[in-house]
């Protein structure tokens, strides 16, 4: 790949994380509302299900965070790579 197909791809990913970011986090509000509106019920199965809700907004949360550090590390690799210079003058000799 040279450099500019690196960049796009790059970038690619970076919007395509973003995306993921973006569901995780509105799907794990939701989970959150679902959390307290079954909470409210004095309902043994309810009371289970609120639960399972509590744990799926958790890991959405976690989804979402892990997809932000992935941009935030992607966009650094993408700086790095439109900030090297052409040849590839960074590289080691070969013997």
């Known amino acids: ?6 960049s796009a791809t790059c970038q690619y990913i970076i ?3 973003g995306r ?3 569901v995780a ?9 679902h959390y307290d509106a079954l909470n409210r019920f004095d309902d043994r199965a309810l009371l289970d299900l609120a639960t399972e809700e509590q744990s799926a907004a958790r890991q959405l949360s976690m989804v979402k965070h ?6 935030r590390r992607m966009a650094d690799i993408q700086s790095a790579l439109e900030r090297r210079p052409e040849g590839g003058e960074d590289r080691a000799p070969a013997h």
């Open 25 to 33: 986090g509105t799907l794990a509000m939701i989970e959150r509302e």
């Open 20 to 22: 993921i970011e973006t």
């Open 15 to 17: 919007s395509e994380l």
């Open 1 to 6: 790949m040279n450099p500019e197909e690196l």
């Open 66 to 71: 892990v997809c932000g550090e992935l941009a």
